[in-house]
């Protein structure tokens, strides 16, 4: 391992060849960023003020929401500097605190997704159980264990690049850093840091996927027992939200693996238009998800908007 010295920043970069295009794309990108803003912060805001929504369910959907908040509170200063001033400066320290950031938080997602399909496995599945299995207690420790299991699952890596001296060029392929991009330019042997984040993605991101599929599977069993029709729907009904925010995550995480995995046959705007649908989708889509198809959630937000409108 050798000490880096240098003190050179990394440039991060915006959409090459579309330049002229920088503030059309800077605005489009800040509407997003503001709809994901406003979107979680809503749900966030209805949980803890609605003693309705006092449940593991919501609870688990308040850490969603705020992991979706993380994700856009991490990239959204570096993107907008790059597009609207062209701040492309970025200093070693700062660049891996956010490359930590961004990559935790997408594990955190992942198992925020299992804990909720848990939630609806012990709701379905054993329902006379379920508020003593799931305590307020226990919420929060299952909380904390996805926290953790997290941010010591990337704290290897990260740690890792402030020890490896960087004699390549110190442009990123993107308005944010990520730790695939960073290795790139290092001069040293990162054998590790190319095979690590595999295994942390086979072993949590995809076995997270696997014990949600059977969760499932098992709910499917159970509900297929239950004699009445409208039983039936009224129980899966509970599952839809659940269900659409796994489609999103994991069909987004599989787009851009694809992505990665045929990039010299994509121009590179697609692989980095990718890479922002990767972050920023799933934390738009979750709040519309919730708000339309959880009854709960969707009656909330038309009580606090005709709190507002009678005040005005």
């Keep these: 391992m050798w000490l880096n010295t240098t003190v050179s920043p990394f440039l991060l970069t915006g959409f090459p060849g579309m330049e002229k295009a920088h503030h059309w794309i800077s605005i489009a990108l800040f509407m997003v960023y503001v709809s994901i803003l406003l979107g979680n912060g809503t749900l966030l805001f209805l949980i803890k003020n609605d003693h309705n929504l006092h449940e593991p369910m919501y609870y688990f959907l308040a850490m969603l929401a705020s992991t979706d908040l993380g994700v856009t509170l991490t990239t959204m200063p570096t993107v907008l500097g790059v597009l609207w001033l062209n701040q492309r400066e970025i200093g070693k320290v700062a660049c891996f605190s956010q490359a930590y950031f961004i990559h935790t938080l997408s594990i955190v997602e992942s198992g925020v997704l299992l804990a909720m399909a848990y939630d609806r496995f012990v709701a379905i599945c054993n329902p006379l159980r379920y508020t003593s299995i799931l305590t307020n207690t226990r919420v929060m420790k299952i909380g904390m264990g996805v926290l953790t299991r997290a941010g010591l699952s990337v704290m290897p890596i990260i740690i890792r690049l402030h020890w490896f001296p960087y004699c390549q060029s110190h442009v990123l392929s993107h308005a944010f850093c990520l730790h695939q991009d960073i290795i790139k330019l290092a001069c040293a042997d990162i054998t590790f840091n190319r095979l690590y984040p595999v295994v942390v993605v086979f072993t949590m991101v995809l076995l997270d996927f696997l014990i949600i599929s059977f969760s499932y599977i098992l709910i499917l069993k159970t509900v297929m027992r239950i004699a009445s029709g409208v039983e039936r729907a009224k129980a899966l009904n509970t599952c839809v939200s659940h269900i659409c925010c796994i489609l999103v995550f994991y069909v987004t995480v599989v787009g851009l693996t694809f992505i990665h995995r045929f990039r010299k ?40 908007f005709s709190v507002c409108h009678t005040r005005a």
Excluded: C, D, E
């Excluded at 238009?273 to 708000?291: G, R």
């Design 265 to 304: 046959h994509a121009p590179r705007v697609v692989h980095i238009t990718m890479s922002y649908v990767y972050f920023l989708f799933p934390p738009f889509m979750n709040p519309v998800i919730y708000s339309i198809k959880t009854k709960q959630i969707h009656s909330g937000i038309i009580r606090l």
